[in-house]
């Protein structure tokens, strides 16, 4: 008999329950399934400073990634070509298998020159160009490597992402750049 009794509350509190479609907010008041307060346009388009939230089209990543069997200090510089802007310019210290991470340097649809140079004044400069993806949630981060199997005659390769081919980054164990930069010759450290 007890059983009927537990059976019929817990029956009645699963039909006052299935009509409701919310959760509760922070301060315990229900706030319905179909309350849309994301404030990222639904029609494709982006906020005027190129990102929307989530995490879509947001800027992209460049690595620099040492491949080769020694410490090496590279001297890397990103600038934006249209507006001859300086966004990186340093010395960084990287071990092999290492890779610095300059978070969010490089807008959609921008073109870049990214320049890596050796202490022995081997260089190599690629071009970087960011298009639109035909899925916004796809990236064009890039890799200039020193070393490894794919590079040219002074050992530097450049890649970037293909959209939804992701290549970037994968090469060696990146992390963010700051820790990585060094002091030039004259005491001042890169900037």
């Not at 022995?120 to 949630?137: E, I, K, M, V």
Request: negative net charge.
């Amino acid at each position: 008999m007890k059983r009927r009794v537990l059976l019929a509350t817990v029956g009645a509190a699963s039909a006052s329950l299935a009509g409701c479609t919310g959760v509760l907010d922070d301060d315990g008041t229900d706030v319905p399934a179909d309350d849309d307060t994301d404030d990222t346009p639904t029609d494709g388009t982006t906020p005027d400073d190129g990102t929307t939230s989530g995490g879509v089209n947001t800027p992209h990543d460049l690595y620099l990634a040492n491949l080769r069997e020694e410490t090496l200090r590279i001297h890397v510089e990103l600038v934006r070509s249209d507006t001859d802007e300086t966004v990186v310019s340093g010395t960084y210290e990287l071990d092999d298998g290492q890779a610095a991470e300059f978070e969010d340097v490089a807008g959609w649809d921008g073109e870049y020159a990214v320049t890596a140079t050796l202490p022995s004044d081997a260089t190599a400069t690629y071009d970087w160009l960011t298009q639109s993806c035909p899925n916004d949630g796809h990236s064009r981060n890039a890799s200039l490597r020193v070393g490894g199997d794919d590079g040219d005659d002074d050992g530097f390769s450049f890649v970037v992402d293909e959209c939804d081919a992701i290549v970037a980054g994968t090469a060696a164990s990146a992390g963010p750049a700051e820790p990585f930069r060094v002091e030039d010759g004259d005491g001042t450290t890169s900037t």
